[in-house]
């Protein structure tokens, strides 16, 4: 019985709905994924611990549980570490530097206003009331505040929730992957997915050891520069490395800025823009090339339109999420021949394919001239 050919370009209109499909969702399962987006690649981060314990004949359940409980332990001694530092920084933001502050944010108003005749509108300052009637909307209420806080907290206690199921049933996960993909060899599907998991692995483990090399040198050209709350700019500015492209532009803006204002010379909020720039250089030269290598492996394009699209859909976290759920699609797409097109779109640019091509045409013709000959 002779099987129908779906031509190719009713099967890419396919697969083009059913991505429309699942941005839609994203949108409006917003709530449910982002929690388990996030224990998702936690999981993955743990799962080679939990394969540690359970060789030593530890049950799952119970390895899960440990893995869990000691990530818990490390997450509440960096939030705590972080609490006290700001909590310092914000002590120490008195009224001196309020006034710094409203003496430039003046000054900067006087003088759009005289040199280009626009006025910013804040010739007495910076006002705090106008910028919280700004951002507050007039149906706010009590009520609704504490609604949107229980479904913070809802949300934060959902994560050590999933992390714990999905660290137990992720051999279920994968044997549910190799069905869907059952026309494929098993053995080599469970290959595929394991190596998914080690690049996510991989990618996060590595983001995070650039990110605390980044702290580290941040906060140390901030000490030597004599800037104060070194520490504290210096780890977000490493943090914020999470996010391509966008993220160190934002980490140097707050030393910067309260560079700006508490120091006397302009040499120094002008030494940390450049050294921040330098250092950021050499990571994308040579730190990270070095620690996560091609683990991702996706071109700057795809890059930074996930981006826009994570940042569209789902926010900060949307655009922090985005290129492991980029690098996981390409690898899934890999898995079949009528998506690896796709995969190789996501995929850096593969310089010599048009030199072999070129070769094989040459090939072509010279053999059909030796037929010819013959």
Known sequence: MDTLKVPNYIKSVYIALLIIIIVFFMIVAKKLLVPLFISGYIAMLL?????????????????????????????????IFAYFEVRGFMQDVGTNLSDKLNGFVIAANNWCFETFGFDLGMRNGFEMKKAVAIVQTDDASPTQLIFTTLGTLSDIVLLPVFIFFLLIYRDHLAIFITKVFRRQNNDGLLEKMTSIRKIVHAYLLGSGKVMLILGVVNTGVLFALGIEHAIFFGMFAGMLNIIPYLGPSLGVILPFTFAL?????????????????????????????KITGGNVNLNALVTFIGL?????????????????????????????????????????EDSNWFRRRERRSKAKVARAEGEANA
């Open 47 to 79: 799962t080679s611990s939990c394969n540690f314990l359970e060789r030593r004949k530890i049950p799952r359940s119970i390895s899960a549980f440990i893995c869990l409980f000691l990530f818990i332990g490390v997450i509440a001694g960096i939030f």
């Open 308 to 348: 826009l699209i994570g940042g569209y859909i789902w926010g900060i976290m949307g655009m922090i999420l985005i290129i492991p759920t980029i690098a996981i699609l390409k690898k899934l797409f890999e898995l079949s021949p009528d998506t690896q097109p796709y995969a190789y779109l996501f995929g850096e």
């Open 261 to 289: 204002l508490t120091k006397d010379s302009a040499f120094y909020p002008i030494a940390i823009v450049v050294a921040f720039t330098f250092i950021q250089l050499l990571e994308s030269a040579f730190l990270t090339p």
